[in-house]
């Protein structure tokens, strides 16, 4: 009887592992490159609490929307900008009612050295560095903010010789971590967790100086019929992806 009964109850677990991974699915998710470490972090436990998988591409807000335009199969876009996703909602290219802020992103003026860049970052207006590292301003919303803020400081005539452009705030990133750029203007996700600067020295830059980096998300027309894509969406909103992105910096 105990061999009959165990036997049932292995059949029945094997149907349910059988019927979880039938509502089990992939995501398609295009993620703004400063977003690069909170999703890694919300992917572990968005696929260990709903079953759905999330696989993501990173890169520059204004690359992605090309591709989008182009056919891309993203399913969900995870942009660095408001103005990007409205543009796609205008253009009928999301489903409707799906865009949301589901982060305000903060700009950090960095160097990997520790003590280079003081925090009032004054370094900038003494002016006695060859290269100042930001993200290319016409895909990434972090490399326009960037320049609101060299113009803010008066200091854009000043730089214009200096600056060393990425594709996009990752690039900008490395050319600072390597040393091929003394400091740059980068994401503070990228160099923060948990109540401080993880490495090197870091200006974080008052939000009065660029305008706000609403970072929005919205389920795209491939992603209509998805589960997983509204799986994402609402997980997002909760209160643990919350804690993760509050942890890298953001403001919710």
Excluded: C
């Amino acid at each position: 009887m105990r061999i009959r009964l165990n036997h049932l109850a292995a059949t029945a677990l094997a149907s349910l592992i059988s019927l979880n991974s039938a509502w089990a699915d992939e995501v398609q998710v295009a993620v703004a490159a400063n977003f690069t470490a909170p999703i890694q972090a919300i992917a572990k436990d968005f696929e260990k609490d709903t079953g759905h998988k999330l696989v993501a591409a990173f890169g520059a807000t204004g690359q992605f929307y090309a591709q989008i335009k182009n056919g891309a199969p993203f399913e969900v876009f995870l942009a660095a900008d408001d103005s990007t996703p409205a543009k796609l909602e205008q253009e009928k290219e999301i489903v409707p009612g799906s865009r949301f802020t589901y982060a305000i992103g903060t700009l950090a003026l960095w160097s990997a050295k520790e003590g280079y860049v003081d925090a009032k970052g004054e370094v900038l207006k003494k002016n006695e560095y060859k290269h100042l590292s930001i993200a290319n301003p016409k895909a990434a919303p972090y490399g326009l903010a960037a320049t609101q803020v060299l113009s803010k400081l008066g200091l854009s005539d000043a730089t214009k010789g200096k600056i060393v452009e990425g594709q996009n705030i990752t690039q900008a990133f490395q050319f600072v971590s390597t040393g091929n750029a003394e400091l740059g203007f980068v994401a503070l996700s990228q160099i923060y967790k948990d109540g401080k600067v993880t490495n090197g020295s870091a200006w974080i830059v008052p939000s009065e100086l660029h305008d706000p980096i609403r970072q929005d998300a919205v389920i795209l027309n491939k992603g209509k019929d998805s589960a997983a894509a509204k799986a994402l969406v609402e997980y997002l909103k909760g209160p643990k992806a919350a804690a993760v992105i509050k942890s890298y910096g953001y403001e919710l």
